[in-house]
């Protein structure tokens, strides 16, 4: 009882440590709003947004920039009216809700992050059944609904390789999020830097940071379990492991947010109410793919069997002739690789910046919590969960709190089940 309860408490500090982080790019002395408008994961240029006091002083007119950023700084703290031009949009989108005013307060010293949701006009219309009303809602749902799958997918990418490295080693690693970053700043080098397609940029990326994986447990991780370290003493390591990584990578790549040089713009496709690039689309069947091949190589291969063996006793998989070492070291060059992929997908639906692993790594958790530890198919589930519950929520909440939302989803679900969706029930003591 009493090492679950310093494994628990170790778990929540290094989850807020990690979390905190090294502050995100900006002025230190920075004091106002900024935000991101994004249609379909591309960002909007020119769109229009004034800024006054609450009793309606003006304080500035801005326009984003290419990369969908716009910031205001303010003189003074207080509470801010924020409104978006419609007319200043693409044609063809909106702002979701029509609510295109946002009263946030800024606090000294601090900026506020003030998010419009855009949406095509397409994805609100349809035949009248009912009220007006009623048929944009279910539109709406609808639409969130497929970008929580294509969010799911992301992050069960992410939360797989997670998983697999925990179930074979029992190390909960928080530098997870740091190999995405990784593997989508690889694909940016590859494709901007050398000029290469965006496909065989990322087929590249995800081979180098599936050997790079290897190479961390060959040189690395392996030597500290030799060495005999523990998994609480080697959890508190991946966070170290996580915060050189992601300096490091902010270092060489810098602290601006960058885009692929192919497919940024795209005209989305109307699938009844469900409006999507084609982009979204084909990325979405090859996260599937991947997430089932996996899962059926874990069950069919024997290379899976020996991943399985391990998991469930490496000591007895050891005398029964399985490479224990090897195995393990297959697992981290895979888990790298399909975090590089989930990198890799996810600048592609959004811009890369060197926090974006840092971002997505609670809900990679809750992924891997919600279905179950050490399972391929439960992270699928969970992650699923955990991004189409994001995404809905916004139908009721305001899209600042849509991740709190998920994590109490997880709280409710671990309550009736705390081995998760498709975790097994196992004896202590």
């Known amino acids: 009882m009493r090492r679950a309860v310093i494994a628990f408490t170790a778990f929540l500090g290094g ?5 905190a982080g090294p502050a995100h790019a900006g002025p230190a002395d920075c004091q106002g709003l900024k935000g991101t408008l994004k249609l379909q994961g591309q960002p909007v240029n020119g769109a229009k947004i004034s800024v006054t006091t609450e009793d309606g002083q003006p ?13 205001v700084q303010v003189d003074k703290p207080g509470k801010y009216k924020v409104t978006l031009d419609p007319g200043s949009l693409p ?9 295109n005013v946002r009263t946030p307060t800024v606090y000294e010293g601090n900026c506020s992050t003030v998010l419009f949701a855009l949406e095509a006009k397409g994805a609100a219309a349809g035949p009248e059944q009912g009220t007006a009303g009623e048929s944009s809602f279910w539109a709406q749902a609808a639409q969130l609904s497929f970008e929580g799958l294509n969010l799911g997918l992301i992050i069960a990418l992410g939360a797989l390789g997670l998983s697999l490295i925990y179930g074979t080693t029992g190390l909960t690693n928080f530098a997870h999020g740091e190999l995405v ?9 590859f494709n901007v830097g050398f000029s290469i397609q965006l496909i065989p940029a990322a087929v590249l990326a995800v081979v180098l940071a599936g050997a790079l994986g290897y190479g961390q447990d060959r ?10 370290t523990g998994t609480i003493a080697m959890m508190i390591i991946s966070i170290g492991v996580a915060i050189l990584l992601r300096n490091l990578i902010q270092f060489f790549f810098g602290a601006q947010t960058e885009s692929y040089t192919d497919y940024n713009t795209q005209a989305g496709l109307q699938i009844g109410p469900i409006s999507a690039a084609p982009k979204n689309l084909w990325a979405m069947g090859i996260e599937l793919a991947v997430l089932v091949v996996v899962g059926l190589a874990l069950m069919k291969t024997r290379t899976g069997k020996a991943a399985r063996a391990v998991s469930d ?9 399985i490479n224990v070492d090897r195995v393990i070291r297959i697992i981290w060059a895979g888990g790298g690789a399909i975090a590089a992929l989930a990198g890799v997908m996810l600048g592609l639906s959004q811009s890369l910046k060197f926090t974006m692993g840092q ?25 699923l969960v955990v991004g189409v519950f994001i995404q809905v929520s916004t139908l009721w909440v305001p899209p600042e709190l849509k991740s709190v939302g998920a ?5 409710v679900v671990l309550l009736f089940r705390p081995q998760g969706i498709l975790g097994r029930r196992e004896r202590i003591g």
């Open 15 to 19: 989850l807020v440590f990690l979390l």
């Open 59 to 71: 304080v500035q007119d801005v326009t984003s920039n290419a990369q969908g950023i716009w910031d």
């Open 91 to 99: 044609q063809d989108s909106q702002v979701r809700g029509g609510n």
């Open 181 to 189: 970053t990784l593997g989508a700043v690889l694909a940016y080098m």
């Open 219 to 228: 040189f690395f991780w392996g030597q500290l379990r030799k060495r005999g």
């Open 313 to 321: 006793n490496p000591a007895l998989a050891a005398s029964s002739g």
């Open 359 to 383: 971002d997505i790594l609670l809900l990679i958790f809750a992924g891997v919590t919600l279905g179950g530890l050490g399972t391929a198919f439960g992270a699928l589930v969970g992650s």
């Open 407 to 411: 994590l109490v989803v997880l709280i």
